[in-house]
Structures are given as C-alpha cells and as structure tokens.
C-alpha cells in the first residue's frame, strides 16, 4: 500500500456513514452553508443529479452528536468524498472497502491522506494533486473568439465522439457525450476548414442552481498551442456567468492550470486523486 502522512484532524467520537434521502435536505444544506468551499463540488452534485437518483447513491457522515459533517457520492467508477478536515477518514474508508469496481477516490487532500492509511481491501497506487479553481470575473475579452467556438449541438456528436477516442484518460463515452449534449452545455471548435471535425472541446460536468463544474477540456495533439482550449473554456465560462451560474473546475497538469489562471480563474481548494489497484 502507498505509505502517506495523515494530516486529517483524529475524531472526537463516532462517526458513522449512512445513505442519504430527500429527507435529509435540510441537514445537508446546513452543512453547505456552515462549509461553503468544502461542499461546493458536492453542493452542485446534489442540485444537479438529486439525493435519490437511481444509481446516484449519496452517503452522509454524521458524528456522535447526529450532525452532518461530510459526504461521499459514487460517480461511476470514481468515489467524491469531501469534508472540512479529513475526520471522516475512517467511516468513509469502511464504504470504500465495500465498493465494488472503484477505480479511485476524489476529494480533499486532508481526507483522502487519512483514506489512503486505512484503506484494507484496497490497494492504493498512488495520490496526484488536485486543484478547485473558480472564476468570479468575465474571461478576458477577446479569448472566446479565437477560432470558430460555438455551443455544440446534437448534430455535433459524430465529431465529439471521434474527438474523445483521441483523448487517452479524458475518454468519453459516446453516451455520455449525447448526455451531455442533451442536458448541460458543450462548447467546441471545428477544425478550421472542415465543418464535420472538431479539435477542441470544453464540456459541463455538472450544473447546480449557483455554481457548475466544468471538465473534458481537451484538443488534439496536432491543433493545440493556439488557444483552442483557451477559447472552449472561456466561451463556456461566459455563457455561465450569463445565467449567474460561477464556473469552477480541476486540473491536474500545470499547463493546464496556467491557462486556466490566465482566463482569471483563481484556486480555491486544495483536492487529490487516489488511483486504486
């Protein structure tokens, strides 16, 4: 197992996991109010997919004394757990080690440090920083224009599907792109000069009632360096910022986050990604 510090905070009692239900509302908005930054992610998530969606489940970790102080929700083969401190290292673990088919964990980094040191059934490979970046400003002018971005359409998912086999770890379903395109907001741009390709693309992951989350930001190899990427992801950034939604999103690679910090999005969270197996 991949040995890691914990920095988490050590529980003052019990705390206990449990499936979620609409009943639960209340007690999960008081946790998003009280732990704005912590909870933005899981915050869209809720208002996005629901607590009783099926396939969706939503687990609550809740102390000795009843309150709610973290969350952990299962996005296909990815676990999100999130909380202010890294206390529900344990309970969180425990729901891990049950799961079936997991092939990682997104979350705080102090949290998922705690995960990784008591993870048993298990075996974890190795942790990569995160980053939570959010845009509270316009894009730069300009930026958006940069070759022939537009907003996708359904016409368009020939293209993205045949864009997304190209992207390696950023791979796309076909169905996940129609789902996409059909429920949430895809920025593209065309390959210059033929219409029935695309180069680039940013798509909206998540869309809550205040923030949206934004990722599959990707060109291909021989399009890139000149500001494809740049202008999907300002165009979308904009067209949220139109309906007073804050955009955020993750990166990883530094590169990526320079021309993120150049459009003005500014880090605001500190997260990690476990690999299992």
Not at 16 to 40: H, I, K, V, W, Y
């Amino acid at each position: 197992m991949l040995s890691l510090p914990f920095f988490g905070r050590q529980p003052p009692g019990p705390i206990t996991a449990r499936l979620l239900t609409s009943a639960d509302s209340g007690a999960l908005n008081a946790l998003f109010a009280a732990e704005p930054e912590a909870m933005l992610t899981s915050k869209m998530h809720v208002e996005g997919y629901g607590i009783d969606r099926p396939g969706f489940p939503f687990w609550g970790a809740q102390s000795s004394g009843g309150a709610l102080i973290g969350v952990a929700f299962r996005l296909g083969n990815t676990m999100i757990v999130a909380d202010s401190d890294g206390s529900c290292a344990e309970c969180f673990a425990d729901l891990i080690d049950g799961g079936k088919c997991l092939a990682g964990a997104r979350g705080s980094l102090p949290l998922l440090q705690g995960l990784a040191s008591r993870l048993r059934s298990v075996r974890v490979s190795r942790l990569e920083l995160s980053y939570l970046m959010r845009l509270d400003a316009p894009p730069p002018p300009g930026v958006a224009s940069i070759g022939e971005t537009r907003r996708a359409t359904m016409e368009d998912l020939d293209p993205l599907a045949a864009l997304y086999v190209t992207a390696g770890p950023m791979y796309r379903a076909r169905s996940n792109i129609s789902e996409r395109l059909l429920t949430g907001r895809v920025f593209i741009t065309p390959e210059p000069g033929a219409t029935d390709r695309v180069v680039s693309c940013a798509v909206l992951n998540v869309e809550g009632a205040s923030a949206a989350l934004l990722g599959g930001v990707f060109t291909t190899p021989a399009w890139r360096g000149r500001g494809f990427a740049a202008a999907c992801t300002a165009s979308l950034s904009a067209d949220l910022q139109a309906s007073s939604i804050l955009p955020t999103l993750f990166y990883e690679n530094p590169i990526a986050g320079r021309v993120y910090s150049r459009l003005g999005y500014r880090q605001c969270g500190e997260w990690g990604v476990l690999y299992f197996g």
